[in-house]
């Protein structure tokens, strides 16, 4: 069975039976998570097996939408592409992906789709991609760090005044970074929006005659810029390791060396167990608020590139329904991946925002029930905080280059202490403006 990172994008390849079809996907783990791509592989041999004439090559390659951009111009990048939602507005606007209606609708589950997901993927009967999973943000953090700090483990914070005092008291007693933030690769823009939308705050809105302009030189987003000075430099329970991105602070939290930060929960605890990290020690909490009563959602949709063949695409979609779908929405299918994964010491049972319904959710639940293996208790204060939050989606116009034109803005509050907020917004506004034109021209 070929493998391989970063492999051709759709066609045969040499050498290979012409009437077999060859699919690139992305989603392949990567080769320092062995289990999980002892499972991938597993699924590929069994795919295989299930649909003669269909080869499946995988590529453990993210997306990254500067350098997938000019793979897609030419022509290079894989049969099934696996990005965030706030990509396929652009990738469909330039005929990137191909519309799937076709191939979904022989599928049984496509109706029972969450249409707040799917809103993103449609454009009146055309079909441009499918959710493989959902996401919120939550508040991360270390269980033994807060006992050790003298604080309840199974009572996060809920208000970001409280994640300020919990974090000044870890540090305090710990000497640990009581609250870690992640600024680079576009993170840090993604979490001011995102704490921007805890405040009741926007990042874009849309003006009188359509077109999306910046929103967020106002206070909601001042006041986050402001907080983020007080842990900094008045607290100091930031530490000053402040300019990294997400696997970094995935790294210190592993090593225990972070109290909390923000992150999708359910999302990175495969990856902190991977690395290392002691499931125990994991907490999972409510997105910290400041009157909104919101949290950021987004999603890893699956879009299949437009460069396919109708063969291509056919196998394209089954293969989405065969790994993505199925195990999410036939409880038989369920139980079987999931007696695999806990076979082979893989997390079941992570509390996750569904793709279905929640009544779908919930007959999955039960239906994996003995084969869970990870701390659900851990989880609660998270996922009741799921069924009263408004979700907020990201921009839904050039996001991740807001995101980056908003890195800048959120490293200077945290390097320079002279730094002036309102200022830094009042730049960056004209930085978002700027390129919410030329996505709009």
Known sequence: ??????????????????????????????????????LFQAQVAEFEELNPGIRVVGSDVPWDAKTFAARLAGGSAPTL???????????????????????????????????????????????????????????????????????????????????????????????????????????????????????????????????????????PALDVLKWWQQ??????????????????MLA????????MWVSAPPDLYPNYVAAGGDPADYGAGPMPQAGADATLAGATVLMVNANASAAERDAAVRWIDFRALRPNFDPEIAEETAAAAAA???????????????????????????????????????????????????????SQEIYAALDPLVQAVLTDPAADPAELLAEAEGRVNTILEQNQS
């Open 231 to 248: 842990l900094r430099w008045e607290d100091d329970s930031m530490g000053d390791n402040v300019l990294g991105k997400q696997e970094d």
């Open 1 to 38: 069975m070929a493998l391989m990172s970063g492999a051709a994008a759709c066609g045969t390849s040499p050498g290979a039976d012409p009437d077999t079809v060859v699919i690139t996907v992305m989603g392949m783990p990567a080769a320092t998570n062995t289990a999980a791509l002892e």
């Open 344 to 398: 082979d010491g893989l997390p079941v049972g992570v509390p996750v925002l569904p793709i279905y319904s929640q009544e779908k959710y919930e007959e999955i639940q039960a239906a994996i029930a003995d084969h869970v293996n990870v701390p659900v208790e851990n989880f609660a204060p998270y996922v009741a905080s799921l069924e009263t939050f408004e979700y907020v989606p990201e921009p839904v116009v050039a």
């Open 81 to 219: 592409l696996r990005v965030p939602l706030t990509e396929p507005p652009s990738l469909i606007e330039r005929g990137q992906v191909a519309d799937i209606a076709a191939e979904v609708a022989e599928l049984d589950s496509f109706e029972e789709l969450n249409p707040r997901v799917m809103q993103f993927l449609t454009d009146d009967d055309a079909v441009y991609g499918v959710p493989e999973k959902s996401y919120a943000f939550g508040l991360v953090y270390n269980r033994s760090i807060f006992t050790q700090a003298g604080l309840d483990p199974d009572v996060p914070p809920t208000t970001w005044e409280e994640v300020r005092a919990y974090a000044a008291q870890i540090t305090e007693r710990t000497g640990r970074v009581g609250f870690g933030e992640i600024t680079t690769n576009n993170s840090g823009g993604w979490h001011l929006t995102g704490y921007t939308y805890t405040h009741g705050g926007a990042m874009i809105e849309q003006a009188g005659d359509g077109h999306w302009v910046a929103a967020f030189n106002d206070r």
């Open 252 to 259: 210190e939290f592993v090593a225990g060396n972070v109290g």
